[in-house]
Nanobody, 123 residues
Framework: VQLQASGGGLVQAGDSLTLSCVASGRSISNYGMGWFRQAPGKERTPVASIDWSGEFRYYVDSVKGRFTISRDNVKNTVYLQMNSLKPEDTAVYYC?????????????????WGQGTQVTVSS
């Protein structure tokens, strides 16, 4: 059972990236999913979450209007579309599988974490 995140890279400020997180060994269709990030020397912080159906989506203030979380339960995949990237978005991004159908931003709401994908935004 694992989550595999991908799609990170080195981009310039203002560019876009789409992260993907594919689950294997477990269906994510009945669980909330989240994206978190960790900048160098800082704690892991939430970015966005989505409930099991995709109806409810939550974002931290710093990414509202720029990032979009989505999911495809058939493909067992959750996405994070990131637009208008800023240097302060530089971090390792982690996807996480929730313990319940609707999750938000507490790390203890999640019981399975991906390995992370690096996003670096240059100014």
């Amino acid at each position: 059972v694992q989550l595999q995140a991908s799609g990170g890279g080195l981009v310039q400020a203002g560019d876009s990236l789409t992260l993907s997180c594919v689950a294997s060994g477990r269906s994510i269709s009945n669980y909330g999913m989240g994206w978190f990030r960790q900048a160098p020397g800082k704690e892991r912080t939430p970015v966005a979450s989505i409930d099991w159906s995709g109806e409810f989506r939550y974002y931290v203030d710093s990414v509202k209007g720029r990032f979009t979380i989505s999911r495809d339960n058939v493909k067992n995949t959750v996405y994070l579309q990131m637009n208008s990237l800023k240097p302060e978005d530089t971090a390792v991004y982690y996807c996480a599988n929730g313990r319940s159908r609707r999750t938000r931003f507490r790390t203890n709401e999640y019981d399975l974490w991906g390995q992370g994908t690096q996003v670096t935004v240059s100014s």
